[in-house]
């Protein structure tokens, strides 16, 4: 696959992990990448500038495009784009990533399980049990008290770091029950406050189906050598916050990072967050309640396995947790209950993944009202 990009010009669409990853990849076989190209940043990534999606492709004389969103969403807003400029059959990063960890000798893995997981994640075939984007919170303890924080970690009266051997034991229970978790992303509270992730993150390195690893960070803690290097050796990427002054270690973070392979990017953030720490019963009606839950993009992208139960979002575990809403046996997946077999707990998924219906945390949440970032208690 590789040979079909060289004496191309080359185009890297978006500047996340991945795109980072392929840079060093693709330099490193020789290939030109002449540019990334990008809808929210601009500037100079590992020495090739940042474009917008029309200014590169008019730039380069037949250039090749390679689309490196992961996220399912954004990458099919992405081919749109690029349809839209002509370009109908750019490559996608999953044709090569699969090449790059085994040549590279990247994750303990059967390459042939992971090859195959890789071939179901764009896939729209009814009986695939995928996983687009998955979050395990690891701590509830976090070094920042941001005001809005909706993983509400500042109400935790007693922050404490889930046990190693109850993450891993559910992440594989979970794992085992799907068919492919297109993106895992390990947070906390802040993930780099807890003592074991570096076997934290070996363990689930070493799950075939599980595709794209990430932890995202506040950027205010370096890691220690041991987990950069387990991060480095399984090409798991740092996702850093970009809450300005807070953020106050991003730049050490980021140099760190390079010097021990460790591929980081800044997540761009917006200048505002959306309030989800409001609790109050919103007493909206059951239609505007299902209307706001099959428009809700959060739950498409931050589908949650929190001390072992799988919610739709992350304020349906978290908020459950505290009690803060009451707890309904129907809005999440046990993975806990040892008498649910792996048959009955893929029944409960499907039901729970499909269902037209919204959950009750979706009676509670205040979607929508615009706040600052990272304003502390
Ligand atoms: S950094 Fe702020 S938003 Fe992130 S987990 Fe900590 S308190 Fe919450
Ligand atoms: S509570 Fe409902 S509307 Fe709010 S983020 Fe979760 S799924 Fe979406």
């Known amino acids: ?63 090749v495009v390679v689309v490196t969103a992961v996220n399912e969403f954004t990458r099919s807003a992405i081919l749109n784009q690029l349809a839209g400029l002509g370009c109908d059959s750019p490559f996608s990063w999953e044709q090569f990533y699969p090449d790059y960890l085994k040549t590279g000798k990247k994750r303990d893995i059967d390459h042939e399980s992971f090859s195959h ?47 190693k051997d109850d993450l891993i034991q559910n992440i594989r229970r979970f794992a085992e029950c799907v068919d492919v978790i297109n993106v895992l992303t390990i947070l906390g509270g802040e993930a780099f406050t807890h003592p074991e992730l570096s076997d934290i993150l070996a363990s689930v390195s070493s799950i075939p189906n ?8 506040n950027c205010t803690i370096i890691p220690a050598d041991k987990t950069l290097k387990v991060m480095a050796d399984n090409a798991i990427g740092i996702a850093g916050s970009d809450y300005g002054a807070f953020s106050a270690k991003q730049n050490g973070l980021y140099d760190t990072c390079v010097a021990a392979g460790v591929n980081m990017s800044i997540r761009v953030t917006n200048k505002t967050w959306s309030d989800f720490n409001c609790n109050d019963k919103t007493n909206r009606s059951a239609a ?28 349906s575990a978290i908020k459950m947790d505290l009690g803060m809403i009451p707890r309904v046996r129907e809005d999440y997946v046990d993975f806990n209950d040892e008498t649910l077999n792996m048959q009955a707990l893929r029944q409960e998924m499907k039901n729970l993944l499909n269902s037209e219906s919204y959950i009750s945390a979706c009676d509670f949440c205040h979607f929508g009202k615009v706040i600052p970032v990272a304003e502390q208690a």
Request: with cysteine.
């Open 1 to 63: 696959m590789l040979e079909k990009l060289r004496d191309k010009k080359i185009i890297l669409f978006g500047t996340e992990n991945m795109g980072n990853l392929l840079y060093k990849y693709f330099a490193s076989q020789g290939l030109d990448v002449a540019c990334f190209s990008d809808n929210l940043k601009t500037g100079v990534m590992n020495g090739a500038p940042i474009l917008s999606p029309g200014q590169a492709w008019a730039k380069f004389d037949n250039p």
């Open 210 to 217: 599980i595709v794209f690893i990430q932890v995202i960070t």
């Open 288 to 315: 505007d309640n299902s209307k706001l839950f099959k428009s809700c993009w959060n739950r498409k992208i931050c589908s949650q396995l929190y001390r072992g139960e799988f919610h739709l979002c992350n304020l």
């Open 117 to 163: 997981a890789v071939s179901m994640i764009y896939s729209h075939d009814k009986h695939i049990l995928k996983i687009p984007m998955l979050t395990m919170p690891i701590t509830t303890v976090c070094n920042l008290k941001c005001k809005h924080c909706s993983y509400f970690m500042p109400r935790f009266e007693k922050p404490r770091h889930f046990s």
